[in-house]
């Protein structure tokens, strides 16, 4: 388990005077401090960590967030920014000393632009609210993380989220213009507009991405894509993920970048095969999932292309979709991998790691090594296009033992990412779960630079203090 | 004294961080850069000493199946360009080359590429040069070398300082190597090209193509001063698709279709588009002459006519339209009053500026990009400290005093 900083006895001594503070800023029901109603602030996607928070506050508006953080500087208040509680790395966890403060109530649509292709929408609207806010005019939000249902921008902007289609689409950094920010003084800040390139330092790159620890996000303007005419999918089953990871070089060699190209190894083909029933070929050892866009013409051409590159591969089976019915149920056993993998085990580690795309082969063989060593199951599902691995770890949370391990062996997993030249995540952020893992990617020197950054910005650390950084000493 | 007369150069990463380290010890300001290519932009730096990547080159590392390469920061562009040609492939922000603008002889770095993140025409689609840095090593105001990001596509770990460090034109850190993303280069390039009377008819055929379903990968207005200079006869609204050879054939068609209701259009071959949107990337279009100042305003797209008017009545502009009219390139007298109303039009749309080139007075008299409001100029300050406490590092060259 990793240890959280020590509540600041002088804040939590004065507690029900912050609370009050807090509730002369925001309306009653904005500020929750009852110790039953602040349980479902707890934790976030990383269930294993736990800790109620001082209170909670749910602001409506920018205004009503920077009251709320003048108060919490003015009091030397730790404050942790909260979207949907989605956060695969503990990145909304509290600290017993901290105010969460929760963005899902500034959830509005503020403007859409169909001429300059951009919407401005509060921090808490979901990912999929937006694409689904312009669907009607053929235009959608490029990134998808599979959370997409219930995550937020602003957290997407917090861990600079990615999904499956980033190969194309590039991830969160790539589709953002401009952000509105509050400061740790409660100082709001616009940053970048409706305009691609911002003059001076590229201050929305950097907050992408940033966890909280920079500022916090209010709201978000985001590009949107005028979506192609069509997209088709296709499925493609192999002896041994050797050869699977030929083909996706392959493919990759060939000059065709498909819009999404997804693996999935032989235990996450039967998981998903059980749950979504998608009709994925149990005697593969690899498959892969490979999606074009286009005309239908278009999409045959691109289809018929990929196929014959497969079919040097020594395919088990190919399946090319005939129609979009045909390609849902493709992305079904996929977009449901992780309810399929909670089936066979109700608690899992879901792991985030990146490796050249080379490498994919030799480190499977290890992860499955580990898998035994450890005597814990692992499935692998992988963006295979961009090498971000999501290695899902089953243990019994109701065992100790078990999650220690479970710990120790996603532990292994991400520094063999970073010993073959990858990196600890590729969308999930370091958050709480990779903190202590960071000096194995960086040098001191490094972390101190980082560090001298976040004190820029942040300099009594009061925004999301656990997190990222490895605790000093 | 205008420019530094003591020039270092080293071969080795460890001497350009020894090389600042010993600038940090003294506190004595370092001009940094490649091969200086871009010292005619922005504002001028006064320091003593020149430290340059030049001699710092080569390619450390291409892996074409995993659309990566590496590359030491004083590696000419155009060696990397080369490389990933010959394997098919090509650098995704297009890049351009202001050597023209800026009577530039030498070859443009890498590093001062990255440094000044500049993008070419795909920029509108396929995103900026910052956005496929995907590490950068460099050597910051203290002469320590830090890494950030890696070599693999997508990386969330840690503070992105590719970013930070991409566009800010050396201040931070000295950068020493960078890697990129790469993609595969398109099998054939066409343009549909439309003839449009005026600046709002042709920003609205370029919203059109570039809400189309077609893909369209650089979206440009040249009225008809522009347009000629790349032998067209009218003002014309420029549209590009690049992908696999039927794909280009089907896509430029149905654009054409939809483009025709804002005037008569053409579909140009793959010649005539290479040659085309390599003149766009350049600003060739432009024609400023030797005395003129050229400015880049970055707005709103649908802003780009009201800003062309404006700039138009307040002085002898040249100008055109980049980025389905995001991008407003435009030379003119170089003089404080057409900056002024550069500086208005710009903020009327909502928008930046940048001086890209000027005689060195008026470069030092007005505010060469826009100013920070106060708060966020604080947070400069704090960053620019956090990376280069003496302030050695091209100090002056973004904003007077930083």
């Known amino acids: 388990m990793l240890r959280l900083p020590d509540p600041k006895p002088e804040v939590l001594a004065r507690r029900e005077a912050i609370v009050a503070g807090l509730r002369a800023l925001l309306p009653d029901e904005a500020v929750i401090a009852e110790p039953l109603r602040l349980r479902p602030y707890e934790t976030d996607g990383l269930t294993a960590y736990r800790q109620p928070p001082l209170a909670v506050v749910l602001p409506s508006s920018t205004e009503q967030v920077a009251a709320v953080l003048r108060l919490c500087h003015t009091e030397g208040v730790r404050v942790v920014p909260r979207g949907a509680g989605t956060s695969l790395s503990g990145g909304a966890l509290p600290l017993a000393d901290a105010v969460v403060l929760g963005l899902m109530r500034m959830n509005r649509i503020l403007e859409i632009d169909y001429a300059d292709r951009f919407a401005v929408v509060q921090a808490g609207v979901t990912n999929l609210g937006i694409t689904q806010a312009v669907a009607e005019h053929g235009f959608f939000y490029a990134p998808d993380p599979s959370s997409q249902l219930a995550c937020m921008i602003g957290g997407n902007v917090a861990m600079n989220s990615g999904g499956a289609h980033c190969l194309k689409y590039g991830v969160t950094a790539n589709n953002l213009l401009g952000l509105t920010i509050v400061t740790t003084e409660g100082e709001v800040l616009r940053i970048g507009g409706t305009h691609l390139d911002a003059a001076g330092y590229d201050w929305l790159g950097l907050l992408t991405g940033s966890e909280g620890q920079l500022a916090v996000v209010t709201e978000v303007t985001v590009r949107i894509l005028r979506a192609p005419e069509g997209a088709r999918a296709m499925l493609a089953a192999f002896r041994s993920n050797e050869v699977a990871g030929a083909c996706v070089d392959a493919i990759i060699s060939s000059g065709i970048i498909p819009v999404a190209l997804e693996f999935m190894d032989r235990p996450a083909i039967h998981a998903c095969e059980a749950f979504a029933h998608a009709g994925y070929p149990l005697d593969a050892e690899a498959m892969l999932i490979i999606e074009v866009e286009g005309s239908m013409v278009e999409q045959d051409a691109l289809l018929d292309r990929l196929r014959t590159i497969c079919e040097k591969h020594d395919p088990i089976s190919l399946k090319v979709s005939q129609t979009p019915e045909e390609s849902l149920a493709i992305w079904k056993g996929r977009k449901g991998a992780f309810g399929a993998i909670g089936r066979i085990s109700p608690d899992y580690l879901c792991m985030d790691g990146v490796i050249p795309t080379s490498r994919l082969p030799d480190v499977l063989r290890r992860i499955g090594e580990m898998s035994n060593s450890y005597d814990l199951q692992v499935a692998n599902i992988f963006h295979a296009g961009d090498g971000n691995l999501h290695p899902l770890i089953m243990f019994d949370a109701n065992d100790p033992e078990s999650f220690a391990k479970a710990e120790a062996f996603g532990a292994d997993v991400l520094k063999l990412c970073v010993e073959v030249g990858g990196c600890l995540t590729g969308e999930h952020g370091v958050g709480v779960e990779k903190r202590d893992l960071m000096p194995t990617q960086f040098t001191a020197a490094e972390l101190e630079q980082q560090r001298r950054i976040k004190s820029a910005f942040d300099p009594d650390w009061l925004l999301n203090p656990h997190k990222v950084f490895p605790l000093a000493a | ?402």
Request: with cysteine; glycine share 10%.
């Open chain 2, 1 to 402: 004294m205008a420019f530094s007369d003591i020039m270092t150069a080293p071969i080795e990463e460890e001497a350009i961080a020894a090389a600042v380290a010993e600038a940090h010890a003294a506190g004595e300001p370092l001009l940094v850069q490649g091969n200086g290519t871009k010292t005619a932009m922005l504002r001028l730096v006064q320091a003593a000493r020149n430290l340059s990547t030049r001699n710092h080159r080569g390619i450390t590392l291409y892996s074409p199946n995993e659309l990566v390469i590496r590359a030491r920061a004083g590696t000419p562009l155009i060696e990397i360009e080369a490389a990933v040609a010959e394997r098919g492939q090509h650098l995704i922000a297009e890049p351009p080359d202001y050597s023209a603008l800026f009577a530039a002889t030498a070859p443009q770095t890498l590093g001062g590429v990255v440094a000044a993140n500049l993008s070419g025409p795909r920029r509108i689609t396929w995103g900026a040069m910052r956005d496929h840095v995907l590490g950068v090593r460099a050597v910051n105001g203290t002469g320590e070398i830090i890494r950030s990001g890696g070599r693999v596509l997508k990386n969330v770990t840690g503070l992105d300082l590719c970013k930070l460090l991409s566009g800010s034109h050396g201040t931070l850190a000295v950068i020493t190597e960078v890697t990129l993303k790469v993609l595969p280069a398109p099998e054939a390039v066409g343009t549909v090209a439309v003839h449009t009377p005026d600046a709002n008819a042709g920003i609205a055929a370029l919203a059109t193509a570039l809400g189309s379903p077609y893909g369209v990968s650089a979206a440009a207005w040249l009225p008809s001063d522009a347009a000629s200079r790349l032998g067209f006869t009218h003002a014309v609204a420029l549209a590009r698709i690049e992908d696999f050879t039927p794909s280009v054939a089907y896509r430029t068609a149905k654009l054409r279709d939809e483009m025709t209701a804002f005037g008569p259009g053409d579909i140009l071959d793959d010649a005539a588009s290479r040659k085309l949107w390599r003149a766009v990337r350049d600003a060739v279009p432009l024609g400023a002459t030797a005395e003129q100042a050229i400015w880049r305003l970055s707005v709103r797209p649908s802003a780009g006519a009201a800003v062309a008017r404006a700039l138009r009545e307040a002085f002898d502009a040249s100008l055109f339209l980049d980025w389905g009219g995001g991008l407003v390139w435009v030379a003119g007298p170089a003089e404080a009053g057409a900056h002024a109303a550069v500086e208005a039009a710009a903020r009327a749309a909502g928008g930046t500026w940048m001086l890209v080139r000027a005689p060195e007075p008026l470069r030092a008299a007005v505010a060469v990009i826009p100013p920070e409001p106060p708060v966020l100029a604080a947070i400069s300050r704090r960053v620019k400290t956090a990376f280069d406490p003496r302030g050695i590092l091209n100090p002056g060259r973004l904003y007077a005093g930083l």
